[in-house]
């Protein structure tokens, strides 16, 4: 109850919830003494897989018995979740403390919510100045509140696809410009470049990046992987090939996520060895992002059946999503939420042979589509339904032995999910 009092305080802050500029964020840094610049930072940016890169990096860094710092947004059921401190995520008691200080010192200038959350992280990572820290952006990149370190360990770009583009003018809303706002700023250090979805996109970020000094390591130039037999990949780069076990997450686009992983750890000497490697990707914990639930209340009305959570949201994310479905032999129904700024249209089209489609309000966000509009937009799709919520939406699907339910549209749905089950 504490906490969540003081996030209704941060709230009212700005009158905004998304405001680009660094001036406030630079500003109460300034007042906690530049803890940016204390701090051994990598820095991850993208429109798909940033998480998922993250938590591969950072559970291969724990079997190397490295302490890492890690900071990730949005959080999928609580808000501890984006505030982990020398590999443990901080309690309640604790997290209240940090926000309270942080503030007091604030003072009550006006800052956004990510941005004074981004400020409280800061805060309490320059206390553990020998852990790593693995940072994710924001929106975009260029004004997000991560963006103010003078100097880092690497710049990390996984997947760039369109998304969030109503925060970009109408007549800018291209790949072009999603690409500029994510990769202009990259400090001077290392960029390590995961695979894109199509070579248009890699080439894109090849020339915005052109000028920037920095060592660049490309997807399929410097690093690649490929499936082996037996549940075994391989990975490869200028260090050597190693065959790896399967990993512990599913979907074959995780394979890309880990692979890039691997490349940012084996490029900073870290000391990471390949049973820490090997170790690490059978061990990741990937809340919401192709989540098998194996028990709970919602598990127990799917029964026997294979029951995932997946919080893909945007056209690349169905693209990626749809490659794993059609991966497995049975019937697949989807239970569908999303937010109103999303193409839904383009999201669903990516979906193929899928025998019921169920969509849903997600109560949780005033910004999410109706159920029953997301169902007109799908209207030109086979076995679209509507129930208002998650229980009904389960309930009234007619689940065959080995059937899969998939339900997935949005991160904000996923928490739903979890909290319910």
């Known amino acids: 109850m504490k906490l969540q009092k003081i996030l209704s305080r941060f709230l009212k802050l700005h009158k905004k919830e998304i405001d680009l500029n660094l001036n406030r964020i630079k500003h109460l840094c300034e007042k906690l003494d530049n803890p940016q610049n ?6 991850f940016v993208g429109t798909n897989g940033k998480n998922s890169t993250i ?65 409280c992280f800061l805060y ?31 710049s990390v770009i996984t997947s760039i696809s369109k998304d969030h583009l109503d925060w970009l003018p109408e007549d800018e809303r291209t790949i072009d410009r999603i690409v500029y706002e994510k990769t202009s700023k990259l400090l001077n250090s290392k960029i390590i470049v995961a695979k894109q979805n199509n070579l248009l996109t890699m080439e894109k970020i090849k020339k915005n990046i052109s000028k920037n000094q920095s060592s660049k ?71 919401a992002r192709l989540q098998k639930i194996e028990s709970g209340k919602l598990k127990n009305l799917v029964k026997d059946n294979l029951f995932l959570i997946s919080g893909d949201h945007n056209e690349d994310g169905a693209r990626v999503l749809n490659e794993y479905l059609k991966s497995l032999d049975c019937k697949k129904h989807i239970i569908i939420g999303m937010m109103k700024n999303k193409d839904h249209k383009k999201y669903i089209s990516h979906f193929k042979d899928i025998s019921s489609i169920t969509t849903i309000d997600i109560k949780s966000q005033p910004n999410a589509i109706s159920g029953v509009e997301l169902k007109e937009k799908f ?43």
């Open 379 to 421: 209207k030109n799709v086979p076995n679209v339904n509507h129930k208002e919520n998650i229980k009904e939406a389960i309930k009234a699907i007619n689940l065959g032995k080995g059937d899969l339910l998939l339900i997935t549209g949005s991160l904000y749905l996923c928490s739903e999910v979890l909290d319910l089950n």
């Open 124 to 154: 309490k990572a320059a206390q553990y100045p020998n852990s790593l820290n693995l940072i994710e952006a924001g929106l975009f990149h260029r004004f997000d509140a991560t963006n103010i370190f003078t100097n880092n360990l690497a």
């Open 38 to 43: 204390k701090i051994k930072a990598i820095s």
């Open 217 to 287: 390591y490309y997807f399929n130039e410097h690093f690649s992987y490929s499936f082996g037999e037996n549940d075994f990949f391989y990975y490869e780069d200028q260090l050597g090939a190693l065959k790896l076990p399967k990993p512990n997450i599913l979907g074959q686009y995780q394979l890309e996520n880990i692979s890039t992983a691997i490349a940012v750890l084996r490029n900073l000497n870290l000391n990471i060895k390949d049973k820490h490697i090997k170790n690490g990707i059978q061990k990741i914990n990937n809340i």
């Open 55 to 119: 938590q591969a990096c950072y559970s291969i860094l724990k079997e190397a018995g490295i302490k890492c710092n890690v900071y990730t947004s949005p959080h999928i059921q609580k808000i501890n979740e984006r505030f982990v401190f020398n590999n443990q995520q901080v309690e309640d008691n604790d997290l209240a403390l940090l926000f309270e200080e942080v503030e007091k010192i604030n003072d009550n200038e006006p800052i956004t919510f990510f941005e004074i959350l981004t400020a």
